[in-house]
């Protein structure tokens, strides 16, 4: 009887623990989340896809759903989804960003200036507390390439000279 109650306690526990993991990413707009680092700064990271991109996909349901992802996510950044093919205007820092083309797969500006021209899908763009492009990343990321990406970003180790390579090879899951 005892040994049934410590189990039960202990499942209970462990729901517990998994269910205050495991959020979902609130996924902003561009100007939301430029709106909200002016009342809270925060790291923002945009996750630059298209509609057609495989890997987005896989990186949406795999990466971005990963409870440990989703929590650094939703606690240390604003994360944006911005659609590389979108074709609403944006605005920012007095710029008007559209996209102009005609048909399909036509590229925002946006897409172009915060991938510096480098177009690939998925890439993700991270920006610092006053807005300003700190890198991109292009490619697919696993959670376990995302979360010492992120780490690292969120500490701002890429100020302070700290080699990213050498980083992610000591980067120890959950303990940074």
């Given at each position: 009887?005892?040994?049934?109650?410590?189990?039960?306690?202990?499942?209970?526990?462990?729901?517990?623990?998994?269910s205050s993991m495991a959020q979902e990413v609130k996924w902003y707009t561009f100007q939301e989340a430029i709106?909200?680092?002016?009342?809270?700064?925060?790291?923002i990271l945009i996750d630059v896809y298209t509609d057609w991109c495989g890997w987005c996909k896989v990186m949406d349901k795999e990466?971005?759903?990963?409870?440990?992802?989703?929590?650094?996510?939703?606690?240390k950044y604003?994360?944006?989804?911005?659609?590389?093919?979108?074709?609403?205007?944006?605005?920012?820092?007095g710029h008007t960003f559209t996209n102009?083309?005609?048909?399909?797969?036509?590229?925002?500006?946006?897409?172009?200036?915060?991938?510096?021209?480098?177009?690939?899908?998925p890439s993700i763009v991270f920006m610092n507390e006053k807005n300003q492009l700190i890198t991109a990343v292009p490619g697919f990321q696993k959670p376990d390439q995302m979360e010492p990406l992120l780490i690292y970003i969120w500490n701002s180790l890429y100020e302070k000279n700290v080699d990213f390579q050498e980083y992610s090879k000591n980067f120890i899951s959950g303990s940074n």
């Open positions: 009887m005892k040994s049934l109650k410590l189990l039960t306690i202990i499942g209970i526990l462990s729901l517990t623990v998994y709106a909200l680092n002016q009342k809270a700064p925060r790291k990466t971005f759903q990963n409870p440990l992802i989703a929590k650094i996510l939703s606690e604003y994360p944006v989804k911005f659609n590389a093919e979108s074709k609403e205007p944006i605005t920012f820092e102009e083309g005609q048909g399909n797969r036509s590229t925002h500006q946006l897409a172009v200036a915060l991938l510096n021209g480098k177009l690939s899908y």
